[in-house]
């Protein structure tokens, strides 16, 4: 399973969405979604990261005082599936 939503700096990856936060079964995690993916299941995050990456990418960039870096979104969140059932 992909990661959703990064963001890099000099240091390189300083947070993500991936899998071990939209599979979760434990209560907590730290990540750009927030909490919204957590153990959400990959389809509802990919819905989720599709209306909120952007939302999630100031915030966290603020919440980590990050001023040079780049973000990348996965391009399943950025293209949308051509049936339902993807």
Same mark, same amino acid.
């Given at each position: 399973?992909?990661?959703?939503?990064?963001?890099?700096?000099?240091?390189?990856? /300083?947070?993500?969405?991936?899998?071990?936060?939209?599979?979760?079964? @434990?209560? &907590?995690? =730290?990540?750009?979604?927030?909490?919204?993916?957590?153990?959400?299941?990959?389809?509802?995050? /990919?819905?989720?990261?599709?209306?909120?990456?952007?939302?999630?990418? @100031?915030? &966290?960039? =603020?919440?980590?005082?990050?001023?040079?870096?780049?973000?990348?979104?996965?391009?399943?969140?950025?293209?949308?599936?051509?049936?339902?059932?993807?």
């Amino acid at each position: 399973m992909p990661t959703l939503i990064s963001v890099y700096n000099s240091d390189g990856c /300083v947070g993500r969405c991936d899998a071990k936060c939209y599979n979760a079964t @434990e209560p &907590y995690c =730290d990540c750009i979604c927030g909490g919204k993916n957590h153990g959400a299941g990959y389809k509802q995050a /990919v819905d989720n990261t599709r209306e909120l990456a952007d939302q999630w990418l @100031e915030r &966290y960039k =603020d919440e980590k005082g990050l001023t040079n870096c780049k973000c990348k979104i996965s391009p399943k969140i950025k293209q949308l599936p051509l049936f339902s059932d993807e």
